[in-house]
Every structure is written in C-alpha cells, then in structure tokens.
C-alpha cells in the first residue's frame, strides 16, 4: 500500500481532518455518537491536552487508526507507522 501523505505537508488541523473524512466515507458518510463520545475526559488527558491519532499500516493493506497520547512538542500529534 501507498502511503497517501507521502510528501505532503499538512498541519494538523488538516490531517484531523482528512482522517475524520475517511472514517465517515468508510462508515457511509456519517455515524451517529453518543454526546458523551464529546466529554472532556473522552477527547482529552488529565492535562487537558487533546488526544492525538495514530495510524498504523496492517498487513493486510489496512490502516488502524487509534488514539495516541499527545507528544510534548509543538508539532502535530499524528503518526503514521
């Protein structure tokens, strides 16, 4: 499998962005959640810095996408492995 951000440079608002898409488009274009999906706790650490997404290719040519503990720098949280 390709990677499809190879050589692209996104910010992180952009990649939020792209990985919520795909899961919509995955999921028929919308899904329906809980509010309480949107809580403090739910969608953040102790710190209150928001949780980060990380992406892992599968060998079967899937991708697993999974929260991911926020670094401590500036940079965007997402990673893909």
Do not use: C, K, Y
């Amino acid at each position: 499998m390709t990677n499809p951000f190879d050589g692209l440079l996104m910010r992180p608002a952009d990649m939020s962005h792209v990985l919520l898409v795909a899961v919509l488009m995955h999921h028929g274009g919308s899904m329906e959640l809980p509010a309480s999906a949107f809580e403090a706790d739910a969608v953040a650490g102790p710190d209150g810095a928001w949780h980060a997404v990380a992406m892992e290719r599968q060998a079967d040519g899937t991708m697993r996408v999974f929260v991911h503990p926020r670094p401590d720098v500036d940079e965007a949280g997402v990673q893909i492995t």
